[in-house]
């Protein structure tokens, strides 16, 4: 599966060259996804999902420090400056606000592609050591990030967290009541045909992965490899 960088630099031939250089020296293992402004890369950053943030310094519009501290709100995702202001002070503010690492320009193609695939790799490690894993479903708990063989999945509230614990205590049986206890909590006149409401619910989005929750009469649920 590839993995996707957004790039966001004003600079057209900076952009155009990266996107380029970056396909061909992975042959196609590595996407970059280019913006041209800050506006245009928080777009991307809303509706999309990205394994890496490249982020210009100077950005007409929204710069490039504010752009990072708005995606560390939002999503955990390694961010890189590229950038010309090498003054220490500039440096040390970028990684309090949460930047992993810069680069300064004019910089190297082959650098920073060496530097995007170290991070990447200390990512997926990290990641891989928070994933749920049960047949072909996929958690991951730090980014909440859901896949099906490997297919992104979003689910409703209530229907995430049914599957989250599922997760947490795959081959258990887990009965209705413990679902409405610590799903809904305190909420009241909740019944237990609620549960199931919700579990028909996750089985459809989760479409042939669905079977791996077993009904278990009179009892509950089952998730199963």
């Not at 967290?161 to 909740?190: C, F, P």
């Not at 996750?202 to 278990?216: D, E, P, W």
Request: hydrophobic letters at 40%; glycine letters at 8%; aromatic letters at 8%.
């Amino acid at each position: 599966m590839s993995e996707k960088i957004l790039l966001v630099e004003d600079d057209d031939k900076i952009r155009n060259i990266v996107c380029e250089y970056f396909q061909a020296k992975s042959d196609g293992q590595l996407e970059v996804i280019g913006a041209a402004t800050g506006e245009e890369g928080m777009e991307f950053i809303q509706n999309g999902s990205f394994d890496i943030v490249l982020l210009d310094v100077m950005l007409p519009g929204i710069d490039g420090f504010t752009m990072c501290r708005r995606i560390r709100k939002t999503v955990d995702v390694p961010i890189v400056f590229l950038t010309a202001k090498i003054r220490e002070e500039d440096r040390l503010y970028g990684y309090e606000i949460g930047c992993d690492d810069y680069i300064c320009k004019p910089f190297s193609f082959a650098e920073l592609y060496a530097k995007v695939n170290v991070l990447l790799k200390r990512a997926n490690k990290t990641n891989d050591d928070k994933t749920i894993k049960c047949g072909s479903i996929s958690l991951n708990t730090v980014s909440l990030i859901l896949t099906v063989d490997g297919l992104e999945i979003e689910l409703p509230p209530k229907e995430f967290e049914i599957l989250y614990y599922l997760m947490q205590h795959k081959g258990w049986v887990v009965s209705r009541e413990t679902l409405l206890n610590r799903i809904w909590g305190d909420e009241a006149y909740v019944e237990t045909r609620v549960v199931d409401n919700h579990v028909k619910n996750l089985r459809k989005a989760l479409g042939s992965a669905g079977a791996q929750i077993k009904t278990i009469v009179s009892k509950g649920y089952k998730l199963v490899e």
